[in-house]
């Protein structure tokens, strides 16, 4: 069994506080990535996240797609993104360190290089900086 | 219209207590009650059978390893792997520390070759599935990690020009339809007898004096040597145990009953105990049982040794190691190597990490962990059950209270896991045979 200090503590509240909103505001990522849009935590953009071939299998290395619209439901273009991830639940990070590849649509950016470990419930964080606009998408996945 | 509320009021409540010992009599009645050992519901059914051999793909070739199908290289690679002229006295083959009579492991606490090592020595038991090699997973392929102690003083401590030699003198009619001629070197000036970039002083002297041309030369016959090994260590894939059989069985069973006299009650306790209150398969995953990554259980540090800090270090290595996947003796496109593409090599949790060994055999490969710290699966599980605080990095581990009957039901468990490994039977006719070759 696995403890839960990978996060320190008042980072893993905010954090697990940070899922719930992002759950009530229009469903968090679910495995099969057809969850809707969530709200980033400063409101600026919402953000989909989703995994370009499903089912997900552990342990393969594969690509995803963060799509970006702003409050209008624009194509949020030309944003900068860095990714953190891991289990708050098991104290560890992502397994891979993924890349933005780049925006293959307006809007829409591929990363590469994500793997799963385990089953459970993994958490994305995803910083976005577009124009004058900077804030983060929280997307969490259940890997059933 | 007062009193007619309170009835009600009465009534609701009654019925609320009524309800609640009825749930606190179903909560009491079920912990005196547990289930029937045999007994599964849906979601355990699936993570039992998750864990079978049966339906699982033989290991994908190694796309770096150009002859990790051939099987003119495996049995190049069955030679070596038993050729005790692959090191320094002449008296150390990879099956020295590899005993195929052992579980491919030596039952050492540390390996053990012209020195003792400094980690417990790993089976080859699904080797060729493994995404990561070594404890700290330090290299990315076999053929990487087939090299590796050969040249390695502490291990068989041989010479680049001296494999190179071997495969001129005894192994030239298996090695030229597979890679090509070899390179004519038969100038002792040009390719010293000794002479290799991890020897003595002299072997690495006399390396640094070889034109470079000719170090490549002999480097290539070398990694040949080695993707020869990989191709037959690849072979040795763990067999069917009596978890595959009872997994297999659960799947036409009715209601998720358990097929009868496959598991004793005690063992279908710690496969219970396995897939849930121990979190086992949290890491313990898939066919192989194992997640393939790498994670901290915080074992103490060794009084008297410097503290082993595993994947931190091994991550930084694989990516800088001569060779493997990205290598330019890779026989793959870098952009292809996907692992090291997307490597992590820091993060806390990677301190002290060490990859998560396969379950399969388990009862066969003791000592346990990386320095060999655990020498019993009683040991194992009570350090799961009672885990340390980390004194260097963290722990991944918590506490999991178990009973003195749930700890034994979890290390019979583990014992379930025991086959004899396929791909033996080509290791033991290879040790019986004339092709064990000494000097």
Known sequence: MLNSQFWPRPLAWSLAALILVAAGCGGAGGADGQAGFVSSEQGH????????????????????????????????????IAIQGGMPAHQHGLPTVPEVAGEVEPGRYRVDGIKFSMKGLWVFRLQVWAGALSDEVVWQVELP | MKNGRR????????????????????????????RHPHSWNPEEVALIKSLSLTGMAAPEPDPSNRVAEDLRAVELGRKLFFDERLSANGEISC????????????????????????????TLVGAGFSRWLFW?????TLWAQALDPLEDPDEQGTTRTRIAQLMASSYRSHYEPLFGELPDLSDTGRFPPDAGPRGDAEAISAWESMAPTDR???????VNAAKAIAAFEAQIVPGTTRLDQYADALGSSAEGVGPPGILTELEAEGLRIFIGQGACTDCHSGPLLTNGDFHSIGLPPIPGERFDV???????????????????????????????????????????AFKVPSLRNVARTAP????????????????????PEAIIGHTDLLPLELSGREAAALAAFLGVLDAQPQGLEIAAHSAASTDRVTR
């Not at chain 2, 931190?312 to 694989?318: K, L, Q, R, S, T």
Request: with cysteine; glycine share 12%; charged share 25%.
């Open chain 2, 310 to 352: 595993g994947r931190i270090d091994g991550a930084p290595e694989v990516a800088a190691a001569e060779f493997g996947c990205s290598s330019e003796h890779g026989d793959v496109e870098p952009s292809r190597c996907e692992d090291i593409r997307f490597l992590k090599t820091s993060g806390f949790e990677l301190v002290g």
């Open chain 2, 368 to 387: 346990y962990m990386h320095r060999g710290q655990l020498a019993t699966l009683d040991d194992v599980v009570a350090h799961y059950d009672d885990p």
């Open chain 2, 216 to 222: 490549d030369a002999v480097t290539e016959v070398a």
């Open chain 2, 136 to 140: 700290d997973g330090r290299r990315d």
């Open chain 2, 95 to 122: 099956a020295t520390c590899h005993d195929p009579e052992r579980g491919f492991t030596d039952g050492r606490t540390v390996g053990k070759g012209l020195a003792e090592g400094h980690r417990n020595t790993p």
């Open chain 1, 45 to 80: 953009f919402e953000g989909r996240f989703s995994p370009d071939s499903t089912p997900i299998e552990l342990q393969q290395i594969h690509s995803w797609t963060l799509e970006l619209r702003d409050g209008d439901g624009a194509p949020v273009r030309d944003a900068r």
């Open chain 2, 7 to 34: 009835r009600w009021l009465h009534r609701f409540v009654a019925l609320g207590a009524v309800a609640l010992l009825g749930g606190v009599a179903t909560v009491v009645i079920s912990s005196f009650h547990p």
